[in-house]
């Protein structure tokens, strides 16, 4: 029964997430942002959302976990560039995920933006899901897209 309880808290506090936007950049050698549309310039993934307020769950640190999806289905994901395994209930099923961010949560509403930088990966033109986890549950959801390199 303890453990019944204690899943259901669980679920009750995750952090639901709104607004998802995303922004494809291109980081040139100095360190400078642009914004950038097609995909042989992008290098840098930026997901901004917003953190609900959610008076169940903890004040502190809480951690989000962003999986990026390819037009083919693939996630984008390596450990160089901060991706890696996470169990998402409730089917305790193992995904793989592209980064994750820290946040200080104060039970309301929270901007949160994290960067993912594409390292020694060219993304392809299409449409990309966003998917955002938090205490291994889906709390949003989003797409966006990127061009291809051609001038029509």
Known sequence: ???????????????????IKVTTMEVGDNGKEDKAKKSKNVNRVKICFKALANAIADAGDE??????????????ASKDSGGGKITVLPKN????????????YSNKETDVCMNWDAKNITLAKGQYEVEVYN????????????KGNSWF
Do not use: M, W
């Open 1 to 19: 029964d303890n453990k019944v309880l204690s899943k259901k808290v669980n679920a009750a506090s995750v952090i639901k997430t709104d607004a």
């Open 63 to 76: 951690r989000f976990f962003v999986r990026i999806i390819s037009p083919t289905g693939e996630t984008l």
């Open 93 to 104: 099923e193992q995904i793989l995920y592209t980064t994750e961010d820290h946040t200080n």
């Open 135 to 146: 205490k291994g549950y889906l709390c949003g959801k989003g797409t966006f897209k990127i």
